[in-house]
Antibody, heavy 122, light 111 residues
Framework: EEQLLESGGGLVHSGGSLRLSCAASGFAFSSYAMSWVRQAPGKGLEWVSAVSGSGDNTYYADSVRGRFTISRDNSKNTLYVQMNSLRVEDTAVYYC???????????????WGQGTTVTVSS | QSALTQPPSVSGSPGQSVTISCTGTISDVGTYNRVSWYQQPPGAAPKLLIYEVSNRPSGVPDRFSGSKSGNTASLTISGLQAEDEADYYCSSYTSSSPHVVFGGGTKLTVL
């Protein structure tokens, strides 16, 4: 069974940093692009960032570009996002998700983790 | 980029059909057959229901169907069941970087 398990969420002050992890199992992790998608309390889904299967190519939403860095360790089947200069508006549940089509993070996400909560206080 | 436009809420009775719309532009829904739909039950993670406008991943019941006309995609749920009560989101490829945009979500209430 394909599974994703996020960790690393927590409470941080505005301006602080946090690193989220996402452990993958049940599929050929290195073959698939991966994304982070977040959901602020009571709000809709917002795509945040993606990385190609090799890790060579990264993509960011305008709202996080320059502050967040996505990466992956294919030897550990793990996806990361380093979040710096956090703002109150970054408060959300963060989900990692697997691309349905291996090379295309924007054509659908078919496996999602349960999410990890990030709270940024002022 | 701007989010795709969905109605905030829809409702229907068990056994009925409901349709949720997702309106974009010529830069996304109108040009590319790369619309996805997701179901998110309360307190749960999203689940992929439809990809490429009308295709269902393995395990998704055929009560869920997708279509597109012009700049608007639609998700139709037939034979409504109580378990279908959830939030539904559309997403599309867009020509603008970073190439993915979500709709604002629609809450489905089964009466």
């Amino acid at each position: 069974e394909e599974q994703l398990l996020e960790s690393g969420g927590g409470l941080v002050h505005s301006g602080g940093s946090l690193r989220l992890s996402c452990a993958a199992s049940g599929f050929a992790f290195s073959s698939y692009a991966m994304s982070w998608v977040r959901q602020a309390p009571g709000k809709g889904l917002e795509w945040v960032s993606a990385v190609s299967g090799s890790g060579d190519n990264t993509y960011y939403a305008d709202s996080v570009r320059g502050r967040f860095t996505i990466s992956r360790d294919n030897s550990k089947n793990t996806l990361y996002v380093q979040m710096n200069s956090l703002r109150v508006e970054d408060t959300a549940v963060y989900y990692c998700a697997k691309a349905y089509f291996p090379s295309y993070y924007y054509y659908g996400l078919d496996v999602w983790g349960q999410g990890t909560t990030v709270t940024v206080s002022s | 980029q701007s989010a795709l436009t969905q109605p905030p809420s829809v409702s229907g009775s068990p056994g009925q059909s409901v349709t949720i719309s997702c309106t974009g532009t010529i830069s996304d829904v109108g040009t590319y057959n790369r619309v996805s739909w997701y179901q998110q039950p309360p307190g749960a993670a999203p689940k992929l229901l439809i990809y490429e406008v009308s295709n269902r991943p393995s395990g998704v019941p055929d009560r869920f169907s997708g279509s597109k006309s012009g700049n608007t995609a639609s998700l139709t749920i037939s034979g409504l069941q109580a378990e279908d009560e959830a939030d539904y989101y559309c997403s599309s490829y867009t020509s603008s970087s970073p190439h993915v945009v979500f709709g604002g979500g629609t809450k489905l209430t089964v009466l």
